[in-house]
């Protein structure tokens, strides 16, 4: 019986099977010209081989296992190349310029965020740890250290809307020191820090070119909910101490409701939004630059 001819799919088979790299075996590297002194010529054909072999660039501000740039608002990884005009988000359709990137992601900001959490951490411990015995002295601190955080916050920003609530912050300190020399009370105080806390924050979430940032990572609106609510929770406060003062037997001594409504209220609401200050600050900064710590 005569033999078939070989069909088209064995002859593919065949050629696909000679294509592959024997086992054990890798391919050659490609050669690499040797230097050469200055002012030799160096032949043609070493330079189409370097020509054609471009050096690879790895970012040297960024965690090689993550990528360099991340979006500004949602800080959904961006695909794009520096030579594009526009890199747009793939999950929120957010669209930045590449310059605006390369600023915010070239350890710029990422020094200004670790500044001012160091500067927060400060504030926390001051107010946390501190003797009840030098609640005055941990006042006086906390003015200094959130006055000193609004100057880092707003560095190179000052001409600007991040620039204007990092003064409005540093304005707001310098007015609590004034309520500090002035007042034996802690309402406005805590009112007026409350106030600056959120005006930081919105300083350092704030772009002078893109806008607002970490938009969706970092609370959305409730920095200006919270700026809006501290004169009015200031003013319930007063009233429910009042209200108290009226209550109490005699009306000669503090109650204990007075003393609830005129310090630890105002005082608890101040560390809470202190607290969620800070988390929100490590929160972007981890999600941007991949750093917890």
């Not at 001819?5 to 050669?31: F, I, K, N, Y």
């Not at 190179?156 to 002035?182: P, Q, R």
């Not at 938009?215 to 200006?224: D, K, N, R, V």
């Amino acid at each position: 019986m005569a033999d078939k001819p070989p069909r088209d799919e064995d002859t593919v088979e065949a050629l696909e099977l000679l294509s592959e790299p024997l086992p054990g075996l890798a391919p050659p590297p490609p050669p690499v010209p040797r230097p050469r002194p200055d002012g030799e010529d160096v032949p043609p054909q070493e330079r189409q081989m370097s020509a054609a072999r471009p050096a690879e660039i790895l970012p040297t501000d960024v965690d090689s296992d993550g990528p360099p740039w991340r979006c500004l608002r949602c800080a959904y990884p961006l695909m794009g190349s520096e030579a594009a005009d526009v890199i747009r988000c793939s999950e929120c359709g957010q669209e930045h310029e590449p310059h605006d990137l390369e600023r915010w992601f070239g350890w710029e900001e990422a020094r200004r965020f670790n500044s001012v959490l160091w500067l927060v951490n400060a504030l926390l411990f001051v107010k946390l740890l501190i003797l009840p015995d030098f609640l005055v002295a941990a006042r006086l601190g906390t003015t200094v250290l959130l006055a000193w955080a609004c100057i880092a916050a707003m560095k190179d920003k000052l001409e600007s809307t991040a620039g204007y609530y990092g003064l409005a912050g540093f304005l707001t300190a310098t007015l609590m020191f004034f309520v500090y020399l002035g007042s034996a009370s802690t309402l406005a105080f805590h009112a007026l820090e409350i106030i600056a806390a959120c005006l930081l924050l919105l300083n350092l979430l704030h772009d002078p070119h893109v806008g607002r940032i970490g938009a969706q990572i970092s609370g959305g609106q409730l920095p200006f909910v919270l700026l809006f609510a501290a004169p009015g929770l200031a003013v319930a406060c007063y009233l429910l101490a009042l209200w108290a003062d009226s209550a109490s037997v005699g009306g000669t001594l503090p109650s204990l409701g007075h003393t609830a409504f005129a310090l630890v209220v105002p005082y608890a609401a101040a560390v809470g939004v202190w607290v969620w200050v800070w988390l929100t600050l490590r929160r972007v900064r981890t999600a941007f630059w991949g750093r917890a710590t």
